[in-house]
């Protein structure tokens, strides 16, 4: 980041200002390609590891090796669709709710710290920003139900609103020991914290850390709305929940957000408790940026794993789950881990 | 502005418009076009919320006028229209139709023919319960039982394809025996290897992946509970009143074919896991049912006869005298029964078939109400109803 400042400060000549632009620009971009690239590069993971669960192949035809053009194909497809507004719905929003959800999560991504000094936005609160900036996704989710003027649209969109903002909850609380331990919000911080090797990654810290890793887990499945917690789409129930009513593009940009969020909540999750960039036998980290997307698509595949397996559970179960157990567990780890760390001698 | 509002027990509400606010149940078409409702069964919905407060099934969507084009075909052109009843298990529907004429023209039917039905009807039995496993596990959100089900299911596909040529629609039962003979490339071990197959390895891996699974569980039990009293009193049969602890069963209880010869159980609800005769019961039943039909195929194809297939020529009609017949027969999800009024004629006067998934239906009306949308998906998942056989 600081050689970029200095280039176009110093080579092109430009101000603060400008240089300060032209890096955010080049990094929204570089982004926002990359959340594109991962949407299909998912998509069509997803559909590999569920013909693998279920004892079929998933694509094989398009592109020859196993089918790896078929997410490519299906964007296409899917650009060329008609796009559908119902005619009573509620235009503005309708057209607004898919960008804003999209927006949530690339917001997001700016906070990632992908290797040692390149991050698109080195925040103080970068935790917290992130946080904060996902809940967009929920207004998203509740404008489209809304919008639509479908009842299985905002049967969705109701669910999902509930679902997601209690969902808050337990994922943050079960981050904040990390918080504890590091001492800053900061995502490179964070990462920073955990050098040198598998047993100092937060994961591994403490029995406390390691039951917030899987309240963090299950929390992650619940905001990213995948089964078996995918009580906004329930296509069993809901038709397809929030959105039944869109098409083509609008549609693709859900689609888009889903997968973005599903990275993205897998890589919080390499961020905060596994360690981030190290690799895990300390000494070996020649490729940081390589090592941080492995595990976060190892997450991912965990996450798919889960989803493929799992029936569904019935949205006041799933209500049930949060209130009553998951966020008192995670209090009890938040105060557990602060106890631990004091005991221990790690605070100084 | 704070003194015009006041907290009510259903939260602020402005005293001016206090008496003009009302609150009222929303109404929700579910269906006919919805992933969850098996075909095009359509539920109209009354909700306040999640909460279901009136359930009303419409059906005739996939009406077929079959019992009238009955009256227009003779006996054994009819078949096929069975066939298409419960088109997931359609030699169960076969044998019904085949021994109402049966009765009324006094055929006897060779041992070998009546050995082959119960296997083919055992095997349809087993591929529609799998399908009701699957769907069921759909509805409830798990995807991949459904691939599982569908890969036996195939098998028993390929080895109905062989014995009658069809893959879905067999019409392979005539009145007086049935259409084909056992092929001659192994199609017996065949059988008997799938039917092992399934019962020492497939079943335990569907119980191990759904059926004792925790969140399967949570979302069955003590969902959708129809007590013995309502299974009687809207005339439920098959699983639905087994899975309700009635232990009745019609290949057991009113023998038809060769039934009463061979060894098993009729398994019923026990309420293992939440109270007698909610869903988790009756998918239970079903599963159960399967082992049970693996037994009843091994035996009936241990000791099957050598002989005649059939004892009419298939190309000639048959002939019915007058008068009238009713059969009932265990079909793969309850008792079909057939009732055919004879003129003499080549053609009946009147065929009236009785349907199980049309009975099991109507309960949705009572257990469904109070029950969460959620819940409702289960209930309807679980009475495992073909609308081709509903609507006829």
């Not at chain 1, 005619?87 to 503005?92: G, L, Q, R, S």
């Not at chain 2, 009756?282 to 297939?309: D, K, N």
Request: include cysteine.
């Amino acid at each position: 980041m600081e050689a970029m400042y200095a280039f176009f400060m110093d080579t092109a000549g430009m101000d603060e200002m400008a240089a300060h632009i032209t890096v955010a620009v080049i990094m929204a971009t570089i982004m926002f390609i990359v959340m594109a690239l991962c949407a299909i590069i998912f998509t069509w993971m997803e559909r590999k590891v569920a013909g693998f669960l279920q004892s079929r192949y998933g694509p094989m035809r398009t592109g020859r090796w196993h089918g790896w053009a078929q997410a490519v194909a299906d964007m296409l497809k899917i650009l060329g669709k008609e796009d559908i507004i119902p005619a009573e719905a509620d235009k503005p929003y309708f057209i607004f709710a898919p960008l804003l959800v999209l927006l949530g999560s690339l917001l997001a991504w700016a906070a990632i710290p992908w290797a040692p000094g390149f991050v698109a936005a080195d925040l103080d609160l970068g935790l917290f920003y992130i946080f904060a900036v996902t809940s967009l996704v929920v207004l998203g989710i509740l404008m489209a139900g809304w919008a639509s003027n479908n009842k299985w649209a905002l049967y969705g969109a109701a669910r999902g609103a509930a679902q997601m903002v209690s969902y808050e909850i337990p994922l943050l609380l079960a981050t904040i020991p990390v918080v504890l331990y590091t001492g800053s919000l900061n995502t490179q911080d964070i990462v920073i914290a955990q050098q040198g090797g598998v047993l100092n990654w937060f994961v591994f810290r403490d029995p406390f850390l390691f039951i917030a890793f899987w309240m963090y887990f299950i929390a992650s499945i619940a905001e990213t709305n995948r089964g078996p917690f995918d009580m906004p789409e329930t296509e069993s129930e809901l038709v397809a929940g929030y959105h039944t009513e869109y098409t083509g593009m609008r549609f693709a940009f859900f689609f888009l957000a889903e997968y973005a969020n599903l990275f993205l909540v897998s890589m919080i999750a390499v961020m905060v408790f596994l360690g981030g960039w190290w690799s895990p036998i300390p000494g070996l980290d020649f490729a940081p940026a390589a090592c941080f997307v492995v595990k976060g698509v190892l997450m991912v595949f965990l996450n798919m794993w889960v989803r493929w397996t799992l029936p569904r559970v019935r949205v006041d179960q799933l209500m049930h789950l949060c209130w009553k157990v998951m966020i008192p567990v995670t209090l009890v780890c938040v105060v557990g881990a602060g106890i631990w760390m004091m005991a221990s001698g790690a605070v100084g | 502005m704070t003194d015009d509002v006041k907290i009510t027990n259903r939260g602020w509400e402005s005293q001016d418009h206090a008496s003009e606010m009302k609150s009222e149940l929303l109404e929700l078409n579910m269906g006919p076009q919805h992933p969850a409702t098996h075909g095009v069964l359509r539920l109209l919905l009354q909700t306040d919320g999640e909460i279901v407060y009136k359930v009303t099934p419409v059906v005739g969507y996939l009406h077929r006028c079959t019992e009238k084009i009955a009256e227009g075909v003779d006996y054994k052109q009819w078949i096929v229209y069975t066939d298409r009843f419960d088109y997931l298990a359609p030699v169960t529907n076969n044998h019904a139709y085949v021994t109402a004429v049966e009765k009324l023209a006094d055929l006897a039917v060779p041992e070998r023919a009546e050995h082959l039905r119960i296997v083919t009807a055992e095997l349809s039995r087993i591929a529609s319960h799998l399908i009701a496993l699957a769907t069921f596990g759909l509805d409830m959100g798990a995807w991949t039982p459904l691939l599982y089900c569908f890969r036996e299911r195939e098998e028993i596909l390929n080895l109905l394809e062989r014995i009658a040529g069809g893959r879905m629609l067999y019409n392979y039962m005539v009145p007086g025996g049935v259409r084909y003979d056992v092929p001659k490339d192994n199609w017996v071990a065949d059988v008997l290897e799938f039917v092992t197959m399934l019962e020492n390895k497939k079943l335990p891996d569907y119980n191990t992946l759904l059926t004792y699974n925790k969140i399967f569980i949570e979302r069955t039990s003590d969902v959708g509970i129809i007590s013995k009293e309502t299974a009687f009193d809207y005339g439920c049969t098959g699983p639905v009143l087994r899975g309700s602890g009635v232990k009745f069963d019609c290949r057991r209880d009113d023998p038809y074919s060769l039934y009463d010869r061979f060894d098993f159980e009729i398994p019923v609800g026990m309420g293992e896991m939440g109270t007698v005769g909610d869903c988790w019961d009756r998918y239970i039943v079903r599963v159960r049912e399967i082992e049970q039909s693996c037994r009843i195929i091994r035996q009936a194809l241990e000791t099957l006869p050598e002989g005649p297939y059939g004892t009419l020529e298939l190309k000639k009609p048959v002939k019915v005298p007058a008068g009238a017949a009713y059969s009932r027969t265990e079909a793969a999800k309850g008792e079909m029964g057939h009732y055919i009024i004879a003129d003499g004629g080549a053609k009946p006067f009147r065929n009236k078939v009785r349907s199980c998934s049309f009975c099991n239906l109507q309960v949705v009306e009572k257990v469904g109400v109070g029950l969460m949308v959620s819940d409702l998906v289960a209930l309807v998942g679980s009475l495992d109803i073909v609308l081709g056989e509903i609507d006829r």
